[in-house]
């Protein structure tokens, strides 16, 4: 079966996040005075085959753990769909 | 009234994904050969004070517009959600 997984890989709180301080830093300047909390991460999507659900999710945590993510500091989440026989 | 924003930034179809692509050729050397299609976005979260969503939603996209993305290569897509007031 195959599977959609989408990974959002964001820092750890207390982790700085440069990019996301610069764009809060940069809005000011545009006239955007009412935007806080500026937070930027990585979006990962893949299509993987796999027995079932629960094996396509174990397999990219693995892979979060291995490559994707920087566990040290940065946190994952994971969302599967099942993409459709084509 | 406090919205929390989430925009995906992603590749326009046919512009090159060096990260995915980078990533994908990756994971067989690591063991994973059920895996294709990567791609790799990022995903910004910010607070933003507005009148309501549809204010809220439209600032953000003219924030992507002029800053968060590049509209000749990415796409972005756009999500608010109510903050409970504190």
């Keep these: 079966m195959r599977f959609e997984a989408r990974v959002d ?4 709180p207390g982790i700085a996040d440069p990019q ?7 809005l000011p ?8 909390e500026v937070h930027i991460g990585k979006t990962i999507r ?8 629960a094996a396509a999710r174990a397999q990219v945590g693995e892979m979060c753990e291995r490559l994707l993510a920087n566990p040290v500091i940065e946190a ?5 769909t099942e993409l459709a026989p084509t």
Excluded: K, P, Q, W
């Design 9 to 12: 890989v964001t820092h750890l």
């Design 20 to 26: 996301g301080a610069t764009v809060e830093r940069a």
């Design 46 to 53: 893949l299509v993987i085959d796999a027995a079932d659900e």
């Design 76 to 80: 994952y989440s994971i969302e599967i």
């Design 29 to 36: 300047a545009l006239g955007y005075t009412n935007v806080s």
